[in-house]
């Protein structure tokens, strides 16, 4: 299966097309290629007898010229699952489209090999090629939906011309609408409105097409005209035997609108029956619970405690801690707001501040009196580095080396001990706590560049120890799931995104003024980081310390993470307990992600918010299914309303289908799948004495 390529966010104006065809010669060739592939797939019968229902492959050919929109539908079938099969425009050694090329015969039966083509436009090959001939005759001849992934409004996709009542150019901000056929069809899963990005104001981001329709197209999503009528944006044109999907404005995979149409896309290209699902995520991970976090000092800019910090070790420089007030408010919101916060805790970081202040510790009390108001996830009992023994005389540190030169390292015994202590307080205070899931201090323990260039040694036997499966990892530096040691037993990482909500900051005035210190140029009093960063920009100015946090940074990092949760990431989000003290300042971007969620989606897709270890699994099944496909192990379609898939045992297959669906069992069928988004899906394997899994689909 290929993989979706890297591109600079951005949308650019599609190209003009070529001249229309003329339909006489259009329709010639189309008559030529149909009766080729009629001739090439459908087996001979006796007079009178009903053809057999075809065979479709449960794949989708996607015809790419590299532009942005054919990325975008990409990254959609990639980041979901589903099998496809690209051909690059661009490469003279790509395969010729023919009828043999597109379905053959299987066991005497007629084959389709793809249930569904996106195509770059609607004439990809040439609108009087042999290759479109082809491609028109196979769709015909086996009901197959083509997506045309970016074209302009004219006749040829069922729309009239922009100069007859339509419109063309930005549409930054513009606001469109599901129409009542948009929600019956591939849209159910969206409220109705979609906003088009406007990040950037100096910048045009969408560029597009919005036409009156014409006899045969069924609008799914369209934006007012000035007459008061209705210009489409995204419909179906049904004409000739065939059905297309017409979209009508530039996109890529990293715009906001997109990202919200992506799903309904698939559903229609694939009919409603596809391999893969696609879920909306949302889970945040609060790290440090107990303990006091250092503070950011605005004056020597930089945080105290940290060895490239001079002028003391931050030990008693005004920490950043939670209160009671702040534990009972968290409690509040979770309830207000629906949603659910891990509370990745420090036991023994508690304990040791409750010695130092007589032996009291309200914060403690609140959570523990609320303990079964959230989930709890072991950060170990101190928050002790568990990596090499770091040299902090350098800067930036080192891992100190034993006269021999060779590395010093944490013991396995101390490393076992902090998971051990930490579990062991939890359970003395009735703290619901999965010993299988490890958050380490710093994710320590873990390869940390450059410094430590592999895991601790010791780490695999400390994790084995205790019954660790599933331990977190920064995504930032480490985006890919893998193994902690070695064998069937060992651990897994599970990637987090870390929220660009700074753990050193209690007030919006504290976050402000490091932003800047880190995202301003020297000239304007910054670090300079930015510019010696060639992944970074600068701002062209300071933010205003009384005003940034709320009019810039919490906006931005919330955009950011909703990205997260458009793109079926089931990575937690990971913050600091300093976010939900002083000045609360996690909870602006957890209202903007929820409320512009839930603006956007019908109350049939809920945000999902997996606990560590099912996102750990998530990501397991996603792996091990994707390395199914690359080996070409997995078989899969459709015959009538009967679905059939096989796969290698022990992998999971990720299917896809319309409500109603049923699987067959080795005696009767039972109901497939949980609902989500208007359709139900599932992660499956075949049932006790079964071979592969077999769905029968609704009859309509």
């Not at 780490?459 to 064998?487: F, H, I, Y």
């Not at 896809?656 to 499956?684: C, D, I, N, V």
């Amino acid at each position: 299966m290929d993989s979706s390529r890297s591109r600079t966010p951005g949308a650019a104006r599609p190209a003009a097309r070529g001249a229309r065809p003329s339909a006489r010669g259009a329709s010639r060739l189309a008559a030529l290629a149909a009766a080729a592939l009629l001739a090439t797939v459908v087996p001979s019968a006796q007079a009178g007898a009903a053809p057999a229902a075809p065979r479709v492959d449960l794949t989708v050919l996607v015809v790419d010229d590299g532009g942005g929109a054919v990325e975008a539908i990409t990254a959609e079938l990639a980041g979901s699952g589903v099998p496809y099969r690209r051909i690059d425009l661009n490469d003279p050694n790509r395969p010729v489209l023919t009828a043999a090329f597109l379905g053959d015969t299987v066991d005497g039966r007629p084959r389709a090999k793809y249930q569904g083509v996106v195509l770059p436009h609607e004439a990809a090959f040439g609108p009087d090629s042999a290759e479109q001939a082809a491609l028109a005759a196979y769709e015909r001849g086996f009901g197959i939906p083509q997506v045309d992934a970016s074209t302009w409004a004219h006749p040829g996709v069922g729309l009239d011309y922009t100069t007859d009542g339509g419109w063309s150019g930005v549409l930054d901000g513009a606001r469109a609408y599901v129409t009542p056929a948009g929600h019956a069809g591939p849209f159910r899963d969206l409220r109705g409105t979609v906003t088009f990005d406007d990040n950037d104001p100096g910048v045009s981001e969408s560029y597009g097409y919005a036409g009156r329709p014409r006899a045969g197209y069924t609008s799914y999503l369209d934006m007012p005209a000035a007459d008061g009528g209705r210009m489409s944006l995204i419909g179906e044109y049904a004409h000739d035997g065939r059905r297309e999907l017409v979209v009508t404005f530039a996109s890529n995979p990293y715009q906001r609108q997109f990202r919200v149409l992506a799903r309904g896309i698939v559903d229609w290209l694939t009919q409603g029956v596809h391999l893969g699902q696609s879920r909306d995520y949302l889970s945040v991970h609060v790290d440090d619970v107990l303990a006091p976090d250092a503070r950011w000092d605005t004056v020597r800019d930089c945080t105290p405690g940290d060895n490239d910090c001079p002028g003391g070790d931050g030990a008693e420089e005004n920490p950043i801690r939670m209160t009671a007030a702040d534990a009972a408010y968290a409690a509040a919101w979770q309830k207000s707001s629906g949603f659910l916060l891990d509370l990745v805790y420090n036991g023994g970081q508690g304990e040791q501040w409750k010695t130092e202040h007589g032996g009291s510790d309200p914060l403690a009390a609140r959570l523990l009196a609320d303990r079964a108001q959230y989930r709890w996830i072991n950060h170990t009992y101190t928050h002790a580095f568990l990596g090499c023994v770091q040299d902090t005389t350098t800067v930036p540190w080192s891992c100190a080396k034993d006269a021999s030169g060779a590395v010093r390292w944490t013991s396995r015994s101390e490393i076992s001990a902090q998971i051990r202590d930490n579990l062991d307080w939890a359970y003395g205070k009735g703290v619901p706590v999965d010993r299988g899931e490890l958050v380490t201090g710093e994710h320590s323990g873990l390869k940390t560049l450059p410094q430590q260039p592999a895991d601790n040694p010791n780490l695999a036997g400390a994790l084995a120890d205790n019954g660790v499966k599933w331990t977190a990892s920064d995504n930032s530096r480490e985006p890919r799931q893998r193994s902690v040691g070695t064998g069937t037993g060992a651990a897994r990482t599970v990637p987090r995104h870390p929220m660009n909500v700074y753990y050193n900051a209690g007030t919006a005035a504290e976050m402000t003024d490091e932003y800047n210190w880190i995202y301003t140029s020297r000239a304007d009093g910054g670090s300079g980081l930015c510019e010696n960063d060639p992944a970074s920009t600068c701002l062209p100015a300071p933010l205003d310390p009384a005003t940034g946090y709320a009019a810039y940074i919490a906006p931005r990092e919330a955009r950011t993470a909703l990205a997260h949760v458009l793109g079926n990431d089931p990575r937690p989000h990971y913050v600091h307990q300093s976010n939900l003290a002083e000045e609360r300042l996690l909870y602006p971007v957890l209202d903007q992600v929820l409320a512009d969620y839930r603006a956007l989606y019908a109350d049939n897709t809920p945000l999902v918010n997996l606990r560590q270890k099912d996102a750990g699994t998530e990501l397991s099944r996603r792996a091990d299914w994707a390395q199914a496909l690359a080996a070409g192990q997995v078989t899969a379609y459709r015959i009538g309303d009967t679905v059939t898939v096989k796969a290698p045992a022990g992998v999971a297959v990720p299917v896809t289908a319309p409500e109603g669906t049923r699987r067959q069992l080795l005696l009767g069928t039972a109901a497939f799948g949980t609902p989500y988004a208007g359709t139900r899906s599932a992660w499956t394997t075949p049932e006790l004495l079964q071979s592969g899994i077999t769905l029968k689909l609704p009859t309509t």
